[in-house]
């Protein structure tokens, strides 16, 4: 059965009474939480802590929260806009960007649509920042974890820009997201791996002279 043909998941039914106060104030908190925690952790962590791991670790959990919370709940509560995939009897692997249907589909809190933008486009455009400031240091551990922070934000940018535009079906850029996200885990593991393993260096000891 093909799934665009049955929603199966409520989509656009909550409540969205277009009022000047948030009607959903504990969706609109974690919109912004996770994701603002990731950027503050990265700024300010080495502060209280100079273990990369420790840092590396914290910060991958809130970007992977903020990854699916913003994916799967607040950008369908607060705009009326998803995306995601599913695999079809060919095994062949589709994504579909949708926006709210029916009387509901205007049905927008204008504050709520205004905190959810600002929140994708300037965290986004934070890890594109760290991004340019670890390439121009030199500082390849960083790097990484930012390549991570910068290609989750954008998956999720991308798939909402794509789901406001009413693009219904694309196999493009998120297709190539999804997969250089992967690859990223697996550096990820080499990495901290590495870090793990690494021998430490023996005591320099000067051989004594025969008297």
Not at 16 to 45: D, E, M, Q, W
Not at 134 to 140: D, E, K, Q, R, V
């Amino acid at each position: 059965m093909d799934p665009l043909s049955d929603d199966t998941i409520p989509f656009g039914e909550e409540n969205t009474a277009n009022s000047t106060k948030l009607p959903h104030p504990c969706v609109t908190f974690f919109h912004l939480f996770f994701r603002v925690s990731a950027v503050l952790i990265y700024f300010f962590g080495r502060i209280f802590t100079d273990s990369f791991i420790t840092l590396f670790v914290l910060i991958i959990l809130l970007l992977s929260m903020d990854f699916w919370i913003v994916k799967n709940i607040t950008g369908r509560i607060m705009v009326g806009l998803r995306w995601w995939n599913y695999v079809d009897d060919d095994g062949v692997s589709h994504w579909v960007y949708e926006s709210r249907k029916g009387s509901v589909q205007h049905r927008v809190n204008s504050s709520e649509y205004r905190i959810f933008w600002a929140g994708l486009w300037s965290v986004t455009g934070m890890w594109i920042l760290f991004f340019i400031t670890s390439l121009f240091s030199i500082n390849f551990k960083w790097m990484l974890l930012v390549s991570i922070a910068l290609t989750l934000n954008i998956a999720n940018l991308h798939g909402y820009i794509k789901c406001k535009g009413g693009n219904q079906e694309n196999m493009g850029i998120s297709s190539m997201a999804s997969s250089f996200i992967f690859q990223n885990i697996g550096k990820v593991r080499e990495t901290m791996s590495s870090l793990n393993n690494t021998p430490s260096s023996p005591p320099n000891i000067k051989p004594t002279g025969i008297v």
